[in-house]
């Protein structure tokens, strides 16, 4: 079959809608990455709004498709999307799949147009072949749009957590560090003055700005260092070393902005020196050393197979409330304090110790034990849903599998696809 045989059209984001929301980056496999964006209301609807149904896809490599849920129609999509309409939901449901195999999509976008970068054509897209839906799918389908759609509800409650969360936080950064921020920005001239209390163990101007900061944070707003939250901080704690082989390890590419360690985590081989010789824990605090970019894990529960991370993580013991600390390690106060004190010529990296000398808000201890209760649920829930979605698309792979025969071995799981690329 082909989309012209299922009628249905292809709506191309080219024009530039107002307020474009959803964008290729947020495609991920059969759903879509929400952000804090999508917490805002949606616009006025119009063509480019999405519909529940809809599948929408990247117009170039990778590409990738994802199905619209309830939950998240009516947010609009931008020019690097298509969004593909009035289907069936065992057919969006299919199409989705077909497009989020490698070899199935590469071949779609070598058919199109012709151009420095493969590329996606509407008109190539209406005719290519895509395999017949296998006979009673309606209800498999019917339940992965179900699951999609109590996913991203998901999504939403820990974003909806996340935001209250950056309120706080926010709310108690007191006025003298916010003028401190203004004036500095995030860069400091070679040239700049900074009093002679400030100086401590490090002169790099960077260093003594994040120091301004914190003196700033803990004079004004009583800020806490976290070296009195935390039993126990280990940044040079023993190596695996060459004796340990085909082990899991958690590696920064790893782990998203959810604060948890993922259903499916890097393989790790033998003499790899750069990996902690102790799993992980239950109630552990991990945050990233790579403060262009930070991420922060909260172990909730402890896993059924041992993961050992990578020591460019941080490991905290908080002494209470450690998933409640995890969410204000994400805050934007805290990333910046860590900004500041990256070190090397790269300046991405920070230090162990720095971490150790962050300041944290003095949050009560009711809010801490709210948040840190939601945060345990959602892990919980999520884990569940995680289960019940590996499930549905193993079966879905199965049926995939029989397509071979006619259009060639191009079907790999996309957790396999996942370890691959790692």
């Known amino acids: 079959g082909s989309l012209d045989t299922w009628d249905a059209s292809v709506i191309d984001g080219t024009r ?4 474009p929301v959803i964008g290729a980056a947020q495609i991920g496999f059969g759903e879509l990455r929400l ?6 209301p949606a616009p006025i609807e119009n063509r480019f709004s999405l519909h529940t149904g809809d599948v929408l896809l990247a117009k170039a490599p990778p590409i990738k498709a994802a199905w619209i849920s309830p939950s998240v129609h009516h947010h609009r999509f931008d020019a690097t999307c298509y969004a593909v309409r009035n289907l069936k939901t065992s057919h969006g449901v299919w199409l989705t799949f077909c497009l989020n195999q490698f070899e199935f999509a590469f071949s779609l976008a070598r058919r199109s147009v012709a151009s420095t970068v493969p590329r996606i ?3 190539e897209l209406r005719r290519f072949p895509i395999p017949e839906v296998p006979a009673g ?5 019917d339940g992965i749009a179900e699951c999609i759609d109590q996913r991203a509800l998901s999504s939403m409650e820990l974003l909806r957590l996340q935001a209250e969360v950056a309120e706080q936080v926010h709310s108690l950064v007191p006025e003298a560090a916010l003028v401190i921020e203004n004036d500095h920005g995030s860069q400091v001239s070679w040239y700049q003055r900074f009093a ?12 003594v700005k994040a120091g301004e900061y914190q003196q700033a944070l803990r004079r004004g707003g009583d800020w806490r260092p976290i070296r009195s939250l935390v039993a126990l901080a280990r940044g040079h704690g023993e190596r695996l070393g060459k004796d ?4 899991w390890s958690l590696r920064l590419s790893d782990v998203g902005p959810d604060l948890r360690v993922p259903p499916v985590v890097s393989r790790g081989h033998a003499g790899n020196r750069n990996v902690y010789a102790e799993p992980l824990t239950a109630g552990e605090v991990l945050h990233s050393l790579l ?3 930070p991420r922060t894990v909260f172990v909730a529960e402890s896993s059924d197979s041992m993961i050992f991370p990578t020591d460019h993580w941080v490991r905290l013991r908080f002494n209470e409330t450690p998933g409640a600390w995890a969410l204000a390690m994400q805050t934007e106060p805290v990333a910046q304090q860590l900004r500041s004190m990256t070190t090397g010529l790269t300046q991405q990296f920070a230090t162990a110790s720095a971490v150790e000398q962050l300041v944290l808000p003095p949050l009560p201890l009711s809010i801490r034990m709210s948040w840190d209760g939601r945060l345990r649920r959602w892990q919980r829930q999520r884990s569940d ?3 019940k979605w590996h499930e549905l698309v193993d079966r879905v792979y199965k049926l995939l599998k029989h397509t071979e025969v006619q259009y060639g071995p191009w079907v790999l799981p996309f957790y396999e696809e996942m370890n691959d690329d790692a």
């Open 291 to 293: 403060a262009t970019s």
């Open 385 to 387: 849903l995680d289960a």
């Open 196 to 207: 002679a209390t400030l100086l401590e163990d490090s002169l790099v101007p960077g260093h």
């Open 244 to 247: 340990v082989s085909d082990y």
């Open 35 to 40: 952000n804090h964006d999508c917490l805002l």
């Open 137 to 141: 799918f309606d209800l498999l389908a």
């Open 16 to 19: 530039q809608p107002e307020r």
């Open 121 to 123: 054509n509407s008109g």
